[in-house]
């Protein structure tokens, strides 16, 4: 079922292209196309990397942008 899910992420104008997403993404889901734009496939597991790991969290999940989770804003100093 995920697989399918997947494919309702995309990318937003806020996207730079700097392919950290493509990087993280576990199941290779996530590719640049030939105009070298943001692509996703049928392969997510939903783990969510893309959403966090992005700099300028230009990804969204039906066209709707989630907040990112920061593991520093739970870590005590």
């Known amino acids: 079922m995920a697989k399918f899910m997947g494919k309702n992420f995309s990318v937003d104008e806020d996207c730079v292209k700097c392919g950290i997403c493509v ?4 199941e290779k889901n996530i590719i640049f196309d030939d105009n070298k734009e943001i692509k996703f496939l ?8 893309c959403i966090h790991n992005c700099p300028k969290n230009a ?15 739970y870590i005590k100093k």
Do not use: E, F
């Not at 990087?23 to 576990?26: F, I, R």
């Not at 049928?42 to 990397?49: E, P, V």
């Open 42 to 49: 049928n392969k997510c597991m939903l783990c969510t990397r």
């Open 59 to 73: 990804i969204n999940y039906k066209n709707n942008k989630y907040a990112q989770y920061n593991l520093n804003s």
């Open 23 to 26: 990087k993280n993404c576990p």
